[in-house]
């Protein structure tokens, strides 16, 4: 289809919303008709109140005819003085593919490429392209699998899908504001109601009365009625439009590897989906480790740090990569499942190019360390930015032994404040347990008694005790946490520590408490 008839669809199907809209007011001018010809007069105002409330937000939304703008562009721009060789393949792609090559491009934060287009009347004329591209997208691909990325990005421009996708977005957003708009009012509504049975049901009991069960179940129905409408239409918009919107991936696609490659193509798909998932588990595993306690990795590495993550565990990822997503991400997504992209392409002849471009995508920049410090400080907050910054090693060690620090607060509180050596006092005077009872506990816990009382509190005196205990030995340099790229933190002990710990821990929270292994691990600290 071409892009005048892909015009003529989209506005065809925004009319819709428009059309829908008045084809509704026309039904209820059609109520109020009937009810002035039929209805009994203090009917006929009820139905004329009714329909004139209807009607208010559906001439609201006739109204939305613009979308709201978007705000700046994000990611860092970067000229050809300073990415050369970025831009020169991206004008030598552009050029193979037969289209105007980008009038910016942008280096974001994300495991992802796009484009943008600024474009006029409906899309029929083009205006200012924008590429963007993730730097941590770039960590994770060889040069030939970024070529075949930015080859499928601008593919679309070559299809003129950019040009028309702001035209199917504000269908999207009008249906989806309606349907907002009528949602509110509904639970409105019921808000209302609630708070008219809730206060009459108050009256009643303070008479003596048995007040009514609250029951709002036909609050706003007719308001859901209408959002229902306008879903219905958003349902059949979307359907059509995301029919469209992945045939444009599959022909950007066959482009892509038209111009990169077919293996290239092939192992750049293959390679988002698990670059995708071990970006998300690095933000939450390392780069924000230490964000509650104010600490970040040092500059460049929040988001360049994926780099070590990728290269200790590629046999992980590897595994990653036929593991390829049968479904789309959902319903509305306008990409085809993974696991069709990749087969389309693997389908098609050997181009014998497998061999080209194997070198690593972020050798394309000048200086990779510095777009990834630069792209660091347009992406994060102004309050990341203030945090202090850590070399890996030490941010590990200095987050997980706030953590370690934390999980001491409900015994030391539990204990009055008492640091390690009164609270071992008062074990050996016999008040292990009544300081176990006040840690928090859950409510099978509070009602158990005697025995039954203590196996419910051991866990977290043992739990509270051992982070105590392992807080001093980091405090005093006799342990420290290790960095690991392959797995968790490890705490790093003194040969027999974590033996003689865990065994004067259990003595500590026998039933009979003893102390004296603790003080025995402890008496090197307290002598220094």
């Known amino acids: ?29 059609g109520i109020d008709w009937a009810a002035w010809v039929w209805a009994p007069g203090a009917a006929r105002l009820k139905i004329f109140f009714v329909t004139v409330v209807l009607a208010i937000p559906v001439v609201q939304g006739l109204f939305m005819l613009r979308t709201p703008r978007d705000g700046e562009p994000g990611g860092l721009p970067v000229t050809e003085a300073d990415e050369p060789r970025l831009w020169a393949t991206v004008r030598e792609l552009a050029e193979r593919i037969g289209t105007r090559a980008p009038d910016e491009i942008r280096l974001t934060a994300d495991v992802n490429a796009a484009v943008s287009e600024d474009a006029r009347l409906l899309g029929l004329i083009g205006g200012r392209r924008r590429m963007y591209i993730g730097l941590p997208l770039m960590s994770g691909l060889d040069e030939a699998g970024l070529r ?11 299809n003129a899908d950019t040009r028309l996708s702001a035209l199917t977005a504000r269908g999207r957003v009008q249906v989806a504001r309606m349907i907002e708009m009528f949602h509110a009012k509904a639970d409105a509504k019921v808000a209302q109601e609630r708070a008219r049975q ?19 179940a036909g609050a706003g129905i007719t308001y859901r009625t209408m959002a229902k409408i306008y879903t219905a239409y958003g349902k059949l918009y979307l359907r059509a439009t995301l029919s469209g919107a992945r045939r444009q991936e599959l022909a950007a696609d066959l482009a892509a590897a038209g111009i990169a490659g077919r293996d290239a193509t092939a192992r750049a798909l293959r390679a988002i989906p698990a670059l995708d998932a071990a970006h998300d588990f690095y933000l939450s595993s390392y780069a924000t480790l230490g964000t509650e306690f104010g600490l970040l990795p040092a500059r460049g590495e929040v988001f360049g740090g994926v780099r070590h993550l990728l290269a200790a565990r590629a046999e992980e990822l590897a595994g990653l ?13 306008s990409h085809p499942p993974m696991a069709e992209r ?15 471009g194997t070198g690593p995508a972020l050798a394309l920049l000048t200086a990779p360390d510095t777009a990834l410090a630069a792209v660091e400080d347009v992406s994060l907050t102004p309050e990341a930015r203030r945090m202090r910054r850590l070399a890996w090693p030490d941010l590990v060690h200095e987050s997980m032994s706030a953590r370690v620090s934390q999980g001491t607060e409900e015994l030391r509180a539990a204990a009055g404040g008492a640091a390690l050596p009164a609270l071992l006092d008062a074990i050996d005077a016999g008040r292990a347990w009544e300081i176990a009872g006040r840690l928090p506990r859950s409510e099978e816990a509070s009602a158990a008694t005697g025995r039954a009382a203590r196996e419910f509190a051991r ?28 797995g968790p933190a490890t705490l790093d002990l003194p040969d027999g520590t974590p033996e003689q710990l865990t065994a004067a821990l259990d003595a500590a ?18 002598a220094r």
Do not use: C, N
């Open 459 to 486: 866990p977290g005196l043992r739990r509270g005790l051992s982070a105590m205990v392992t807080e001093e030995l980091l405090r005093s340099g006799r342990a420290r946490w290790q960095l690991s790229w392959t």
């Open 198 to 216: 809730e206060q009459k049901a108050e009256k009643r009991l303070a008479k003596g009365r048995t007040a009514k069960e609250i029951d709002t």
């Open 148 to 158: 075949a990325v930015l080859a499928h990005e601008l593919g679309h421009y070559s």
């Open 321 to 333: 990569r036929e593991e390829l997503p049968q479904e789309p991400a959902s319903p509305y997504d």
């Open 342 to 356: 990749v087969a389309r392409i693997e389908a098609l002849p050997d181009d014998g190019r497998s061999a080209e």
């Open 1 to 29: 289809m071409g892009a005048t008839l892909r015009a003529a669809r989209a506005f065809v199907l925004l009319s819709g919303f428009y059309l829908l809209g008045l084809l509704l007011l026309a039904a209820l001018g």
């Open 509 to 526: 929270t026998a039933d009979l408490p003893d102390t004296a292994p603790l003080r025995a691990l402890l008496a090197p600290l307290a």
